[in-house]
């Protein structure tokens, strides 16, 4: 994975818990976004500042307080992926294999179950204090 791909990872953990407990803010539109970036290989910050854009005009619209609030509470936040090497082995092999998954599923044929599965699986990648199976078995239920 390319730092470029690290970050827009963040920032997809970001925009996918703008939608955690209010589902009614997940479009079609925003959706193939986050679809077309889990499929791309990004290899120039060109490409990524193309995508990163398209991120933050999406939260942007998805949630316009977040970006006026005089006290920010970071649950939009971009994640630093950095903070995965620090997790216990097994927590992060865990949310490696739920990446794979959801990156598999970005080129699946869309339905609303692959859907709910790829904003799922990206906020599950920022969660703290669950266990390796916790973690799987979230993704799974979702």
Not at 72 to 80: M, Q, S, V
Not at 118 to 138: D, K, N
């Amino acid at each position: 994975m390319t730092i470029w791909e690290e970050k827009l990872l963040g920032q997809l953990v970001g925009l996918a818990r703008a939608t955690d407990g209010n589902e009614h803010l997940i479009t079609e539109a925003v959706t193939g976004i986050i679809a077309e970036i889990l499929m791309a290989n990004v290899s120039s910050e060109a490409q990524y500042a193309a995508y990163s854009s398209k991120i933050d005009a999406a939260k942007r619209e998805m949630v316009p307080d977040c970006f006026h609030c005089a006290n920010p509470c970071g649950r939009t936040a971009a994640l630093d992926l950095k903070t995965l090497e620090g997790e216990p082995r097994q927590i992060r092999e865990a949310k490696f294999s739920i990446l794979g998954k959801i990156r598999t599923l970005a080129g699946s044929e869309r339905c609303q179950e692959r859907d709910m599965k790829l904003y799922r699986g990206l906020v599950i990648l920022g969660l703290e204090g669950y266990s390796p199976e916790e973690l799987t078995a979230l993704f799974e239920s979702s």
